[in-house]
Each structure stands twice: as C-alpha cells, then as structure tokens.
Nanobody, 117 residues
Framework: QVQLVESGGGSVQPGGSLRLSCAASINIFSFNYMGWYRQPPGKQRELVAIVTSLGRINYADSVKGRFTISRDIARNTVYLQMNNLKPEDTAVYYC???????????WGQGTPVTVSS
C-alpha cells in the first residue's frame, strides 16, 4: 500500500516562504515521478512541479524562479520550497506519484497554503 503524507502548509504573508514535505511509504525510486499539484479555491487542480526518477525537473511557468522541488532519497521524501509567495499561490497543495508498473496514481491528503496580508 502506497501512502503519501504531506506536511508544511499554513498561512503566510505575501513575500514569505514555506516548505512542503511529502513522505512516501515506499522507496521513491519505485515511482516514475513524484510531484506537487495545487487546487486554488474554485479552480481546477494544476501541476506545480515534478521530479522524475532520473532527477529531471519541470515547473509550471507561474512558479519558476520562486519554487524549488527537491528530494531526500534516504528519507523517501520530496520537498517543495516556496519563496516569494503571492496571494495567487493560495491553494490546497497535493503530493502525487506515479508508481512503476502500477496503473494507479497516488495522491496525498493535501495541505492548505494561504497567502494573505
């Protein structure tokens, strides 16, 4: 059973920073990729950033230069460092993973991020 457990969300003022964590219950090399999505209030879920098993990284244009995705292989954990946060970054952030040879996509429970003055 694959579990993804997120942490690190909260409330912050514009310009502030937060770091999200996603701890996987299995070795992260079992996944083709791990990533972060977000769902702003009243909007659809959207990709934020992903990192593949080979270490290739992609970001949404809206977060390039501000967010950094990284992984700690020993802890089976992926992080999302979010700097210079803006009100439009307000959303529930979800960890996502695609397990090798498994048709299912795995999601964490979500962690809310609110950026407001």
């Amino acid at each position: 059973q694959v579990q993804l457990v997120e942490s690190g969300g909260g409330s912050v003022q514009p310009g502030g920073s937060l770091r999200l964590s996603c701890a996987a219950s299995i070795n992260i090399f079992s996944f083709n990729y791990m990533g972060w999505y977000r769902q702003p209030p009243g909007k659809q879920r959207e990709l934020v950033a992903i990192v593949t098993s080979l270490g290739r990284i992609n970001y949404a244009d809206s977060v390039k230069g501000r967010f950094t995705i990284s992984r700690d292989i020993a802890r089976n954990t992926v992080y999302l460092q979010m700097n210079n946060l803006k009100p439009e970054d307000t959303a529930v952030y979800y960890c996502n993973a695609d397990k090798i040879k498994d048709p299912l996509l795995y999601w964490g429970q979500g962690t809310p991020v609110t950026v407001s003055s």
